[in-house]
Structure formats: C-alpha cells, structure tokens
C-alpha cells in the first residue's frame, strides 16, 4: 500500500547547529506534505508545510524542500533551539486514499 | 477553547466497559477525523467523516463505532476493548476532505484498558 518513510527515528544537536529530518513517499499523485510538531503531551501542530507546484518553502528557521522526481521531501531547522525540542511528523497526500499518511515521527533532541 | 477540543482527556476503562470519546471543533470545517497514536507507530488513520458522511474506514475492529451527528461533533463510541487498544486518541478536523487541506488536531485523550 501506500506509505510514507522518515529517517531518522531519533536526532540528536547541540544548540546552534542544523536539523534535517528526510521523507519519501509511495505515491506519485500526492501534492501535499505538511510537518506537524509534537511536543511531549499535546498534541500535534502544523509548523510548515508545501504544495507541489513549489520546491522550496521557508519560514524563519524553519524551511521544507520538495523534489516530486525522487519522490522525497525535507524538513530543515537551522539554529536549533532546545525550545525545538520534540517529535516531528511529515505527512503526504495520498490521492488513492484520499487521505494524509503519516511518516512514523523523527524525535529531536536539542541540547544547550 | 476554541479550535479542536476533546472530552475527556484521560479515560481507563475495563474490557466490559462502554464508554464515548467525544470531540469538537470550533472552525467551521468541513471533515473529521479520528487518528490512534500508538508508541512507536505512525499516527493511524481510524475513521473519515466529509459534511457528516463516513468516507474512510480503515479496517477498524467494530468495538470502535464512530457518530458524527453534524460538522462540528464527532463522537467515537467504545466497547469491550483490548489491553492492546490503549493509545492517544486524536480527533481532528479540516476545511475539507480529500488529504489536501491543513488538519488541526485536538489535544486527545488517553485511554488506558485494563
């Protein structure tokens, strides 16, 4: 079936440095792909997220690349922060489904 | 609360038990949804609702019985569940269906069977 994989699982930084979290998806329809932010006992928020018709969206620290080709798409946060500390999720649209799948959650540690 | 709110938000249960999950969402949306957030899994998708009507369903075990009486309300009724069915509940809604419309999530409840 249809599914989405993140890598990696766990991510470890010291404050400062960059953060890359990685997707690939199944389908070659879906035209959306948002991250959602998890913080330990709430629930999940969407930080960012980018439609096919763009190959790079930014929003402060925090910026999503799409390549529709390889099927694959990026999460990036520069000069983490501990406040960044969580679970992060990324998600595809699956057309055959009609629903987003969901990547199995990349847990990021930022250490001061 | 506005957005997406959840009642309640810690349940235990017993395997005999019946009890409802319920969830409302304060943005005018259109679609609902149900999601189990297991440790070590991805967010499971349980049940879709689009202007009321139950458009995904997958392959969830019948003790799982959805309600969506109107857009804003959706309900998830339980009974005779498995110790294995302890999870993170999430409800949570979008302007539409179809997977292309930004989903807002509720803070869930956690259910605990015994």
């Known amino acids: 079936g249809e599914n989405v994989e993140q890598h990696p699982s766990t991510l470890s930084v010291q404050e400062g440095d960059s953060a890359v979290i990685k997707c690939t998806y199944s389908?070659?329809?879906?035209?959306?792909f948002p991250w959602y932010k998890q913080e330990l006992g709430k629930r999940p928020q969407l930080i960012i997220d980018?439609?096919?018709?763009?190959g790079e969206k930014k929003d402060q620290r925090i910026a999503v690349t799409l390549n529709k080709t390889a099927k694959h798409f990026s999460l990036h946060i520069t000069e983490t922060q501990p406040e960044d500390s969580a679970v992060y999720f990324c998600a595809a649209s699956m057309r055959s489904q009609g629903n987003l799948i969901f990547g199995k959650g990349t847990k990021l540690s930022v250490k001061p | 609360e506005t957005g997406v709110t959840q009642t309640p938000r810690h349940l235990v249960m017993g395997m005999t038990n019946k009890k409802s999950l319920k969830c409302e969402q304060h943005l005018g949306h259109n679609a609902m949804y149900w999601y189990k957030q297991s440790a070590k899994k991805p967010l499971e998708l349980m049940f879709v609702y689009n202007f009321k009507e139950q458009t995904e369903n997958n392959s969830v075990p019948s003790r799982f019985s959805p309600e969506c009486p109107n857009s804003s309300h959706l309900f998830l009724h339980l009974h005779t569940l498995q110790p294995e069915d302890s999870a993170l509940y999430l409800c949570a809604s979008s302007q539409s269906g179809g997977g292309t419309d930004t989903q807002y999530f509720g803070p869930g409840t956690r259910l605990t069977v015994l």
């Open positions: 980018i439609r096919s018709n763009v």
């Open positions: 389908d070659s329809a879906s035209n959306y």
